[in-house]
């Protein structure tokens, strides 16, 4: 597998604001993007809107160092120059071991019509889903991946509780989804059972399905279906491994302290 953790320079707290000019070095609550800001220009409402969202900015070592909105930290400009921020991938299996798929919607600005694990999405920059520990950057976030679930696909907070999922490791990767838009990040890995009740929004995403190990590995061969790339790096090195011991032996893969660069 190529590397795709290239980058010019390593971005930290001592030189993040010389780089980036629009990196709050504290932690911020909202960063607003405009309607008529050139790089949004024909892109879905909502999808704009989600722009403002605040992520939070990382040196190399997981470190929270600044926020930036998710517009800025998904700009290839940005990310050639090192930017990094956290986020997250949840994997929800059922009662049948078997693995909720979603495929993102057509309005997506980054990986449109791509299928993917069950959730990814990206922490906040609020106290509530930030931390610098990785205890505590953990348990921000489980808040996250339960805050996204339900506004991606209707899965009620009381139908998948905070101490039900399970930390794996983390990765870090750098893929770009077009000329302009990408991703860097450090992603947190969560496994969770359980059985939900699914209402997906449209906006987000336009079809789910569970699969068993031999069905995901069907789909790949289908030169029609399009995936995530960082779907497809846990997929080529982790999934498998960890799905054939979902309910006997997970444990050991638990809490993993490194970062697995990709």
Same mark, same amino acid.
């Given at each position: 597998?190529?590397?795709t953790t290239?980058?010019?320079?390593?971005?930290?707290?001592?030189n993040?604001? /010389?780089l980036f000019?629009?990196?709050?070095?504290?932690l911020?609550?909202?960063?607003?993007?405009?309607?008529?800001?050139?790089?949004?220009?024909?892109?879905?409402?909502e999808?704009?809107?989600?722009?403002?969202e605040v992520?939070?900015?990382?040196?190399?070592?997981?470190?929270? +160092?600044?926020?930036?909105?998710?517009?800025v930290?998904? !700009?290839?400009?940005n990310?050639?120059?090192?930017?990094?921020?956290?986020a997250?991938?949840v994997? !929800?299996?059922? =009662?049948?071991?078997?693995?909720?798929?979603?495929?993102?919607?057509?309005?997506?600005?980054? *990986? $449109?019509d791509?299928?993917?694990?069950t959730?990814c =999405?990206?922490?906040?920059? %609020?106290?509530?889903?930030?931390?610098?520990?990785?205890?505590?950057?953990?348990?921000? %976030? /489980?808040?996250?991946?339960?805050r996204?679930?339900?506004?991606e696909?209707? +899965?009620k907070?009381?139908q998948? $509780?905070?101490?039900?999922?399970?930390?794996?490791?983390?990765?870090?990767y750098?893929?770009?989804?077009d000329?302009?838009?990408? #991703?860097?990040?450090?992603?947190y +890995?969560?496994? +969770?059972?359980?059985?939900?009740d699914v209402?997906?929004?449209?906006?987000?995403?336009?079809?789910? /399905?569970? %699969?068993? $190990?031999a069905e995901?590995?069907?789909?790949?061969q289908d030169?029609?279906?399009?995936?995530?790339?960082? *779907?497809?790096?846990?997929?080529?090195?982790?999934?498998? #491994?960890?799905?054939?011991h979902?309910?006997?032996g997970?444990?050991?893969?638990l809490?993993?302290?490194?970062i697995?660069?990709?």
């Amino acid at each position: 597998m190529s590397s795709t953790t290239t980058q010019t320079q390593t971005v930290t707290a001592d030189n993040v604001l /010389r780089l980036f000019p629009e990196v709050n070095t504290n932690l911020a609550s909202s960063h607003k993007a405009s309607i008529d800001d050139n790089d949004l220009q024909g892109y879905d409402e909502e999808q704009i809107r989600l722009m403002e969202e605040v992520c939070i900015v990382l040196d190399d070592n997981d470190i929270p +160092i600044g926020s930036a909105s998710k517009k800025v930290c998904h !700009l290839m400009k940005n990310i050639d120059q090192g930017l990094l921020h956290r986020a997250f991938s949840v994997f !929800l299996f059922d =009662s049948k071991n078997r693995l909720l798929m979603q495929q993102r919607a057509t309005e997506k600005i980054t *990986f $449109p019509d791509m299928w993917t694990n069950t959730c990814c =999405s990206h922490p906040l920059g %609020v106290p509530s889903e930030t931390g610098s520990e990785l205890e505590t950057a953990v348990q921000g %976030v /489980r808040r996250a991946a339960q805050r996204k679930l339900d506004q991606e696909l209707g +899965i009620k907070a009381a139908q998948v $509780p905070l101490d039900r999922f399970q930390f794996l490791t983390r990765i870090h990767y750098k893929a770009p989804s077009d000329g302009k838009w990408g #991703e860097h990040e450090i992603d947190y +890995i969560l496994f +969770i059972k359980a059985d939900v009740d699914v209402e997906a929004n449209p906006n987000e995403v336009q079809d789910t /399905r569970y %699969v068993t $190990p031999a069905e995901l590995k069907e789909m790949f061969q289908d030169a029609g279906l399009k995936f995530t790339p960082w *779907f497809k790096l846990i997929c080529h090195s982790m999934l498998f #491994e960890w799905w054939e011991h979902l309910d006997h032996g997970l444990d050991q893969y638990l809490g993993e302290s490194q970062i697995r660069r990709m």
